[in-house]
């Protein structure tokens, strides 16, 4: 290029090279005007407008960390979860596991593992939801409701008895009172028969009592579940029986990063201290909390050390590329402002950053750096022979519509995402784009006045610089121009030679192979779904009624997706007119207990003794009628006289058994009885009360998947069995597999409207159909030569790196842009202008480092994204230093003029 004026550009003869329309031309005089004229006063404008975006942002902009606040709340299928949140609350659990590798099992080592464990976790403070089984205690209060009807009918029968246990006595007075009660109920005058069935019913269980005092009788082990040590702590164990689980709900606070992060980091700590007390066993922590968490730090450590690793060396290329360091760090201020500005915005348009709109600071550091450098290469190629306002004006003139081009269409990439259902990618897109467009404008504007305002300190007066150095490109970089149909078929067999090469690109959907390798949390989440698939993800069916829950389980276990099926119905019986008669007739007889007889002084094994008399007077008398009964009267009497026989032996010894028997009984019944007169949520173990019954009073079913539904297939047919068995159903799967096919369809829609916007920009910029078709005929090749050398190098597209295609469709095309305009710039080298090369190259290396540093990322999803974007670039760029010059050559050849003369001077775009 002439290093002469702008009288001396080789298109001079034809007039203005850098006509505009009428718009185009008064913004980028405005723009000279205030750079140039006045540069000052637009850094300090620029600078207080960054402060104050930056002071916005620090003080208006929260994180929500809610993944549920990414999907859009008026879609149907968010609405019913949304719902069933109010209704249940958080049913999101973290899991300890507890595993048993003991050979042969050693339950026993496993359970004291649980004990440790929650016994150290209930120190911490933000876990209000802690359980690790479910205690007698609790199982003894929901008794009455899950106790068969029969026995059911049977304690209510002896309610005076139980009620006077459950107000406590001891054993002689138990017996005493039961002889009074015997001997009324033998009797043929007096009381009514319903009377004397009451009377002996009450009388029994107070014997009964007593009897379970004589260890090793029928009596004691029948009574055995009603003492201290007769029920047991059950504990929460998986299916296969190898492996106990500790369930915590932490609190959660949406507005730091992951969530959990306090808690989490305790749990784990106290897990650490625990585990070398228990070798036989082994301990790991999962649940979609703990795996969300682990997910999110380990993205975040990733994205910022891609983002400060990506500006790093962006900046040190940049120093090379633009062979100091004062220009590259006027590029880099002009972006920190950029970057405020966006912060701002964000700050006033959305007022929050969510898991997605976060990744924007990776977009404007990927691609909005790459005006300031295609700016800088033209200020390089145009600073020869002229002053510093001349030059920067001048590049203002010629490169702020191609900047402008490449950042409309980059932009309209992310606001393509405000069309689609995705909130998250909707926050994104807003934010991205208008990042994108003050990108530009920070280094359209604000980078000019810097570089002016640099020249007025130092006194920086016209300079004539050393003559460039020339075309240091590889000669063999030329031939596209000087063998353009040659290089075009060649070209195109190896599109063809991609095309039929073994390997095809394909999507991954599982979300798990997209973590980080070696997580714990992900290893043990394998482990669960081995031992008892999916333990933590449920779909999730509200019934308002009891009644309503029975047809609702069978229809589930009807269905071979399903695996296991909770409910209220797996802890209590259901509620019938019967069972609410007898519970009430329960209560109503142990509010009334039977008087207790003072025994006198008679000794305990007299009053046995007697009591054994009665019993087997009364078999006698009942043996025709109901034997039955008559043979059980028998065994008990049989058991007391064995317990007389110990008070003869041992008084003390066989007096103390016995009182201790009937106080553990006592107190057992206390607790039935107290626990069935609570609301059936308030009875229910705190471990379970949650997951089957709302404070609103609704029943919840719970349905969990019987394959690994992290895959695709599995998750889909899950969802259609639960639609299937009620069309109401909610849940975790529903929100995930609906958000997933959301964010494919968001993808695949921003990537067609991309390509439209694509089109539709570069056409009203060039005006040119000529200009259009050469430069979708360079995106669309270097797309190709991206898709299939992904599939080739086995790199699959997922959720994590979908939205890098749209992106790319975006990006790719500004270097065809810039070097159209270069070329309709005219002149010997316009098809290859040294300067625009290496500027186009240059940028495209930017976006290559901005988002390839991912590569270096731990988790895997982002890794891919990396190489999606540097395959991407590279292929987008190879596109535009081999087809595009030979695409211009061709068309030069066959019209025997430049490329869009034609069109320009018939009233198209002008250059």
């Not at 246990?165 to 009797?187: I, M």
């Not at 004062?326 to 880099?332: C, E, K, N, V």
């Not at 068995?725 to 929100?735: E, W």
């Not at 990537?751 to 159909?769: E, G, K, Q």
């Amino acid at each position: 290029m002439s290093c002469g004026g702008m009288r001396d550009h080789p298109m001079a003869e034809r007039g203005d090279p850098f006509k505009v329309i009428a718009l185009r031309r008064g913004v980028v005089a405005l723009i000279s005007f205030l750079a140039v004229r006045h540069p000052l006063a637009v850094l300090l404008v620029a600078a207080v407008l960054a402060a104050l975006g930056a002071w916005l942002g620090l003080t208006r902009v929260v994180l929500d960390a809610d993944t549920n606040n990414l999907i859009a709340s008026d879609r149907p299928f968010m609405r019913r979860y949304r719902s069933f949140l109010e209704e249940f609350g958080d049913l999101e659990y973290i899991y300890v596991a507890v595993q048993d590798r003991a050979d042969p099992p050693d339950p026993a080592a496993a359970k004291a593992c649980v004990d440790d464990l929650v016994n150290r976790l209930r120190d911490i403070r933000e876990l209000p939801g802690l359980s690790g089984w479910i205690s007698p205690e609790e199982q003894r209060r929901i008794a009455v409701r899950a106790m068969p009807e029969d026995e059911l009918r049977g304690l209510a029968m002896a309610g005076a008895g139980v009620g006077r246990l459950a107000e406590g006595t001891d054993g002689r007075t138990a017996v005493a009172t039961a002889n009074r009660l015997l001997t009324r109920a033998a009797a043929l005058a007096g009381p009514t028969r319903a009377e004397r069935e009451r009377d002996g019913a009450a009388g029994v269980l107070l014997l009964r009592s007593a009897a379970a005092g004589a260890a090793g009788t029928a009596t004691a082990s029948e009574m055995r579940s009603l003492r201290d040590d007769g029920l047991q702590r059950e504990y929460l164990v998986s299916s296969s029986g190898r492996m106990y689980f500790v369930q915590i709900l932490p609190v959660k606070d949406y507005g730091t990063l992951t969530a959990i992060e306090g808690p989490l980091e305790r749990i784990r700590a106290v897990i650490d201290e625990v585990r070398p007390r228990h070798p036989t066993v082994e301990i790991g922590l999962t649940g979609k909390p703990v795996l969300q968490a682990d997910e999110l730090r380990s993205t975040q450590q990733d994205m910022m050390r891609s983002t400060a690793g990506g500006f790093l060396l962006v900046s040190v290329l940049f120093m090379f590329f633009a062979h100091g360091v004062r220009r590259p760090l006027f590029a880099a201020i002009a972006f920190l402002m950029a970057f405020g500005w966006t912060y701002g915005f964000a700050a006033l348009a959305v007022g929050r950053l969510n898991l997605l709109s976060m990744v924007f600071m990776l977009v404007l550091v990927g691609v909005g750096l790459d005006y300031g450098v295609i700016l800088l290469g033209r200020y390089m190629e145009l600073r020869r022979g002229r002053s510093t306002p001349d030059a920067v004006r001048l590049t203002i003139d010629v490169t702020l519509p191609g900047n402008f081009t490449g950042a409309t269409t980059s932009a309209a990439v992310f606001f393509a995402a405000l069309l689609t259902d995705f909130q998250g990618l909707r926050e994104l897109g807003l934010i991205a784009g208008v990042g994108l467009l003050l990108c530009m404008i920070a280094m359209s504007v604000v980078l000019p006045a810097l570089l002016v305002q640099a020249a007025i300190l130092r006194k920086h007066a016209p300079v004539r610089l050393p003559p460039a150095t020339g075309d240091r490109f590889p000669r063999w970089l030329r031939l596209p121009a000087r063998h353009p149909w040659a290089t075009l078929l060649v070209l195109f067999a190896t599109s063809a030679a991609l095309v039929s090469a073994p390997g095809k690109v394909r999507f991954e959907n599982n979300l798990l192979k997209l973590q980080a390798e070696g997580l714990d949390s992900v290893d043990w989440e394998h482990r669960i779904l081995e031992d008892s698939v999916s333990a933590s993800w449920f779909g999730a069916i509200v019934e308002p009624d009891m009644a309503a829950i029975p047809p609702v389980v069978a229809a589930a276990r009807s269905k071979p997706e399903v695996g296991r099926v909770l409910s209220v119905l797996d802890l209590v019986r259901p509620d019938t007119p019967e069972r609410t008669a007898l519970r009430e007739a329960l209560q109503t007889a142990s509010n009334e207990p039977v008087e207790a007889q003072a025994p006198g002084a008679a000794t305990l094994e007299r009053l046995v003794s007697e009591a054994a008399q009665r019993l087997e007077s009364l078999a006698n008398a009942a043996k025709q009628e109901a034997p039955k009964e008559a043979a059980s009267l028998v065994e008990l009497a049989g058991d007391l006289r064995t317990l007389a026989h110990r008070l003869t032996e041992d008084p003390a010894a066989a007096t103390a058994q016995v009182d201790a028997a009937v106080t553990e009984i006592g107190r057992s019944f206390r607790e039935m009885l107290n626990g069935d007169r609570l609301e059936l949520r308030t009875a229910l173990p705190e471990a379970l009360r949650a997951q089957l019954v709302s404070p609103g009073g609704l029943y919840l079913v719970s349905i969990y998947p019987s394959q690994d539904i992290w895959e695709l297939e599995p998750m889909r047919a899950f969802i259609d069995a639960l639609v299937a068995i009620d069309p109401r159903a909610t849940g975790v799967p529903f929100t995930v597999y609906e958000s997933a096919s959301e964010m494919r369809a968001s993808f695949r829609f921003m990537a067609l409207a991309s390509l439209v916007a694509v089109a539709v920009l570069v056409f009203l910029d060039f005006r040119s159909v000529s200009d259009l078709f050469m430069a979708l005929v360079v995106l669309g090749i270097g797309m190709l030569w991206t898709f299939e050398v992904m599939g080739l190098f086995d790199v699959s597209l997922n959720l994590a790196n979908f939205f890098g295609v749209p992106i790319l469709l975006g990006i790719a095309v500004d270097s065809s842009v810039h070097l159209l305009h270069r070329y309709h710039q005219g002149g010997p080298d316009r098809i290859w202008p040294v300067e625009t090369r290496r500027a186009v190259m240059m940028t495209s290396v930017v976006t290559t480092i901005g988002f390839g540093s991912l590569v270096f990322a731990h988790h895997r999803g982002l890794q891919s994204l990396g190489w999606i974007m540097i395959i991407g670039n590279l292929a987008c760029l190879a596109g535009s230093l081999l087809v595009l010059p030979a695409l211009l050559k061709v068309f030069e050849r066959w019209r025997g003029e430049p490329v869009g003369h034609r069109e320009m001077t018939n009233g198209g775009g002008a250059r």
